[in-house]
């Protein structure tokens, strides 16, 4: 049967929206595996596919390229949140994800803002291996760890070029202190309200962004003193704003764009 899908970025990090609303869900690991090549299918860094819900104006669920699943996308969910947003002539919207309910809104200038709940702390939320204190882990470097859904560990350093991401990355990532991996973020604090942040992505690589890595680092730089309540996260493809009081959830306003949408036929040949 066609797949139709939808083919967007925020701020070079890249996503593909499935819509499956009155449909069964189609996705697979394996077909999520087939459509993230970026040789031989759409390639992208998650996929999101959207389906009805009770309580909300969809549910979303999210893939990883590599075909795991994953709790929060904070690209994805904001693509997904503009493309609803724009079909009912609305400016405000909930959609559900296994992190819960998330309201999400268009602002004045067109960025997407996004209430991504609360983060976790507890070493068994994010998780880790052992009890530990998750604001200073026990690995070189001193990072700390946080769960948006999904499991963050920040490292902060003086020269962002200096860190081999390509090389580190894999390797933080699968440290058996992470029994599910882990994202790994390297932060160089320019001020207080700035941050530059390079990021090696559970079961993906090296993205241009991350809606939910940006807000696993500034999380973990406000509550280690480090930066104020409204942190301008510049990535490789561009900066979005995460906002935290430190207490309650994490807000993430950005901006998304659609690249070009498509069908794909059983035989994973494409027509635009």
């Not at 031989?40 to 075909?67: E, S, Y």
């Not at 860190?163 to 894999?170: H, K």
Request: net charge negative; proline share 5%; with cysteine.
């Amino acid at each position: 049967m066609p797949l139709s899908f939808h083919k967007m970025h925020a701020n070079g990090d890249d996503f593909v929206i499935v819509d499956s609303r009155n449909s069964a869900n189609p996705m697979t690991s394996a077909l999520a595996q087939r459509l993230g090549d970026r040789h031989r299918g759409i390639g992208f860094n998650q996929l999101a596919v959207v389906l009805d819900c009770d309580d909300a104006a969809a549910r979303l669920m999210f893939w990883n390229a590599d075909g795991s699943t994953l709790d929060a996308c904070g690209s994805a969910t904001r693509g997904a949140a503009d493309r609803l947003m724009r079909e009912s002539n609305v400016t405000s919207i909930a959609l559900r994800t296994n992190r819960g309910l998330l309201t999400c809104e268009r602002t004045s200038s067109g960025a997407i803002s996004v209430n991504m709940g609360e983060p976790l702390f507890g070493w068994s939320d994010i998780p880790l291996a052992l009890e530990l204190d998750t604001a200073v882990l026990p690995l070189a470097g001193d990072p700390a760890a946080t769960s948006m859904g999904n499991p963050h560990c920040t490292y902060f350093v003086d020269d962002l070029t200096a860190v081999d991401i390509a090389t580190l990355g894999p390797t933080i990532e699968t440290n058996p202190l992470f029994p599910l991996k882990t994202n790994v973020h390297f932060v160089q604090i320019i001020n207080r309200k700035h941050i530059r942040l390079r990021i090696w992505e559970r079961g993906g690589g090296i993205p241009l962004g991350s809606g939910s890595c940006s807000c696993g680092a500034a999380v973990n730089g406000i509550r280690r003193g480090l930066l104020d309540h409204c942190v301008e996260v510049e990535c490789d493809g561009g900066t979005v704003t995460v906002r935290w009081d430190g207490v309650g959830p994490v807000f993430l306003i950005g901006p998304v764009e659609t690249t070009f949408s498509g069908t794909v036929h059983d035989s994973l040949s494409f027509r635009l």
